[in-house]
């Protein structure tokens, strides 16, 4: 079965800080990779995904995320943060084909402060 | 455009209650769907999925159970709650597996 850490559990930045939080990921297969985020109050929410292809993709609200494969990584980044991302961020994978194994990080709940 | 919906959002039960968690999805036909449970710090646990209806995956021994009467709505349910059973209960629906999830609001239930 297949693991993703985050080694981030809370971050703290100020606005216009640069944002990189990290997600490493263990299988051999091909995956999907996602990042989700929950604002204060809101439900989960898609923020990016990876299938296939560049492996630099951009989502919503200026991030973007970069699949390593060689590092098993999927780091989710962001130029210049601004108070409304304060949020948790949830790094997510799955077997190509098998939603049902979908695994979630623990988290990284950021807080950006004004 | 699809919509999810989950009910209630808060419910505090006592311990050896029966429990009752609903979840519908409107806008779409035949979607896969998943009940969540969320801790704190340890990320979403995959607890139920369903292809279709009657079709149910249990993906981690529990007290709890699923059920899908119809093609669009999701029911988790317990004949009576443990204390471990307190947390928070995300229901999601995708339209195959290659699709992302979209998540209902979630229940926040107590157990006391």
């Known amino acids: 079965a297949q693991s993703v850490s985050q080694h981030n559990h809370h971050v703290i930045l100020s606005e216009a800080a640069s944002l990189e939080l990290g997600c490493n990921y263990s299988?051999?297969?091909?995956?999907?990779l996602f990042w989700y985020v929950q604002y204060p109050g809101q439900h989960l929410q898609l923020l990016l995904k990876?299938?296939?292809?560049?492996?630099l993709v951009k989502g919503i609200k200026g991030f973007e995320a970069e699949f390593i494969k060689s590092k098993f990584s999927f780091n989710l980044r962001k130029p210049s943060v601004q108070w409304s991302d304060t949020a948790e961020y949830f790094c997510?994978?799955?077997?190509?084909?098998?939603?049902?194994?979908?695994?979630f990080g623990s988290g990284t709940q950021l807080t950006v402060l004004p | 455009s699809q919509t999810i919906h989950q009910w209630p959002a808060t419910l505090v039960q006592p311990v050896g209650s029966p429990l009752s968690l609903e979840c519908t999805v409107e806008?779409?036909?035949?979607?896969?769907l998943y009940w969540y449970r969320q801790a704190a710090g340890r990320g979403l646990q995959l607890l139920f999925y369903?292809?279709?209806?009657?079709?149910i995956s249990s993906e981690v021994p529990q007290n709890l159970s699923a059920s899908r009467p119809q093609d669009r709505q999701f029911i988790l349910s317990s004949k009576k709650l443990l204390l471990s059973d307190s947390g928070f209960y995300l229901c999601?629906?995708?339209?195959?597996?290659?699709?992302?999830?979209?998540f209902g609001n979630g229940t926040r239930l107590t157990v006391t």
């Open positions: 997510a994978v799955n077997p190509s084909g098998s939603a049902r194994q979908l695994t």
């Open positions: 369903s292809v279709g209806i009657g079709q």
């Open positions: 299988y051999g297969g091909t995956v999907n």
């Open positions: 999601a629906w995708n339209r195959d597996p290659n699709s992302p999830l979209h």
């Open positions: 806008g779409t036909s035949n979607p896969n």
């Open positions: 990876y299938f296939s292809g560049d492996p």
